[in-house]
């Protein structure tokens, strides 16, 4: 007799939608409603701001604890409020199954934990960097995978300045170049520019803004689809990826662009996706697929609450996943995305999502 669980799983995965409707030859997509599997300690996650993977993949996740109700937090009152819950640390580990291995995080002695978690990336030497949006949050930490302090870049402190070598402004994303030792920041919330320091000592070493032109601390004009682009970056300047062959990828979140540089800043291309979005804007987050050519752009937007697939190549979208909506394989507030060796996707959600999901890739394509 085949096992309730085993039924339940079997009629999960047949219902959860594919999202597809995708172009000939695009990746397909399958949520994993029973990922990941339950918390242990009597745990609930906030507001996931930041997911990732490993070399090993292993998926990283960093969530906002103060996020979290009385009511969500009732198991720590004393006495109890009722059965249910408690916070975890900030940082979580997972397997590609779903099953929970460690967790860390938090503030401690010698470096400045931020006010707002926001973004985690573990780079190629193993090494885990964290990114705070909150208001006074102006810097970078880099800790072991263990949790162990190594650096911090910047520090707290009041206002903005996105011509500063010695701070960040509420920067959302990093990615690192290990072979140049260098780290790139997506800064920020408060900033307009891109910020690169020595990821070994946190010397500065550059910046710029949109185009690669000087970055501006006026205040970005609300988004208006019917206007030529604007000549410097939004708030937030929210995601950062670096290519194989070198190229950085900048999400420019509320004007609904991606836009593409060399490393030393030289502006390369601009593409709009979804340009009638206003509110919080269509580019939130994206990941490469695994492949040596990475051929495929996974782009994940918050506004329309969707995983797009996209040729690298020509910027054509090639599919879907997703849509608005708060059942296994839709999104509330769809955030961040990682994508692991096999090309299986993760998302993570803020605001009253507070959630992670993961879309295993079905088709079987190379990736």
């Not at 978690?117 to 800790?143: M, S, T």
């Not at 307009?192 to 949109?210: N, P």
């Not at 990941?287 to 994940?300: K, L, N, T």
Request: hydrophobic share 35%; with cysteine; charged share 20%.
């Amino acid at each position: 007799m085949i096992k309730l669980a085993a039924c339940f799983a079997v009629l999960a995965a047949l219902a959860a939608p594919a999202g597809a409707q995708n172009a000939e030859g695009a990746p397909q997509y399958q949520v994993d409603a029973l990922w990941p599997k339950t918390l242990p300690n009597n745990w609930i996650l906030g507001q996931v701001s930041g997911i990732a993977t490993d070399r090993f993949d292993r998926i990283w996740v960093v969530h906002r604890p103060r996020t979290l109700t009385p009511r969500e937090r009732a198991a720590e009152q004393s006495p109890p409020e009722a059965k249910c819950c408690v916070a975890p640390p900030p940082v979580l580990v997972f397997d590609s199954s779903g099953t929970f291995l460690f967790a860390w995080g938090g503030p401690g002695k010698g470096y400045d934990w931020p006010e707002s978690e926001h973004g985690i990336y573990i780079d190629g030497n193993d090494f885990v960097w964290l990114a705070g949006n909150g208001k006074r949050d102006g810097q970078l930490l880099k800790f072991t995978m263990d949790g162990d302090f190594v650096l911090q870049i910047g520090g707290p402190g009041d206002g903005h300045d996105s011509n500063s070598t010695t701070r960040l402004g509420s920067p959302a994303d990093v990615a690192v170049d290990v072979a140049a030792k260098e780290v790139f920041a997506a800064d920020g919330y408060a900033n307009h520019r891109v910020v690169v320091f020595d990821s070994e000592t946190g010397k500065y070493k550059r910046h710029w803004g949109a185009y690669g032109l000087p970055p501006s601390d006026e205040k970005s004009a609300p988004y208006d689809p019917s206007k030529a682009p604007a000549l410097q970056f939004s708030n937030p300047v929210h995601c950062i990826r670096l290519s194989n062959e070198g190229l950085l990828y900048v999400c420019d979140r509320t004007y609904d662009r991606m836009q593409v540089f060399r490393k030393n800043g030289q502006f390369v291309s601009e593409h709009i996706f979804e340009k009638a979005t206003r509110g919080t804007g269509s580019v939130y987050d994206l990941v490469f697929s695994p492949d040596r050519a990475q051929r495929f752009i996974f782009m994940a937007d918050g506004a329309n609450g969707e995983i797009r697939i996209i040729d690298r190549f020509t910027s054509v979208v090639l599919g879907r996943i997703g849509r608005v909506g708060r059942q296994a394989g839709e999104f509330t507030a769809l955030h961040n995305i990682a994508i692991d060796r096999q090309g299986n996707l993760y998302t993570s959600e803020v605001q009253t999502g507070q959630r992670i999901q993961k879309f295993r890739r079905v088709d079987n394509r190379p990736n």
